[in-house]
């Protein structure tokens, strides 16, 4: 059987069962338990999640967590030059220490209004999605150049309309939002 790596937060664990359950009869798939939450929290584990594994597929991403702002604060999780940075260095040491077909899902909206009013009321961090649409444009140039495939997650949540799939908290989907993903994911990441 074929081996497939999903790496990512709690968007790529809601959308696992969907991609195994579609790929059960061909592939094995695998993720962490734990959510893989910013650039440098995947770094730190790569070896540990991808290398050793000897995928023959890995989907990644990482960004929600890394846009991530304490109340009050301006400052992101990991700001974009360092964002940039760790998934050049993901990306590369996984090129370069694996045979694996490689793909980079680009990561999923936010619904800012909703996702900020729900975290403003625990007091803890505030999300934005112009910050989503930086990140994602900034590293593309450089996936496409060193031959990465992308997937584009939020494209295909921003055409299925935010208001159909995804829940309350603003930035989690309900069931048809992570069916939508797993499809999505299953079809990409299950093809030789």
Do not use: C
């Not at 650039?39 to 995928?55: G, K």
């Not at 007091?123 to 900034?138: I, T």
């Amino acid at each position: 059987m074929r081996k497939i790596v999903l790496i990512g937060d709690s968007i790529r664990i809601g959308y696992q069962p969907y991609v195994e359950s579609a790929l059960s009869d061909s592939h094995s798939v695998w993720g962490p338990k734990q959510n893989g939450g910013t650039s440098a929290n995947v770094l730190s584990h790569l070896d540990e999640w991808v290398i050793s594994r000897s995928p023959n597929v890995v989907h990644i991403n990482t960004g929600l967590h890394d846009i991530r702002r304490s109340i009050g604060l301006r400052q992101n999780t990991v700001n974009l030059d360092d964002y940039i940075a760790n998934v050049k260095i993901i990306v590369t040491r996984i090129l370069e220490r694996t045979d694996a077909r490689l793909i980079w899902a680009l990561t999923t909206p936010v619904d800012e209004e909703k996702h900020n009013a729900t975290h403003r009321d625990m007091g803890d961090f505030q999300r934005h999605s112009n910050d989503v649409r930086s990140y994602n444009q900034a590293v593309s140039p450089m996936l496409e150049e060193l031959n990465v495939e992308i997937n584009d997650l939020y494209g295909v949540i921003t055409k299925a309309g935010l208001e159909t799939v995804m829940s309350l908290d603003g930035v989690h989907y309900n069931n048809d939002g992570y069916a939508l993903l797993g499809k999505v994911v299953a079809d990409v990441v299950g093809v030789n």
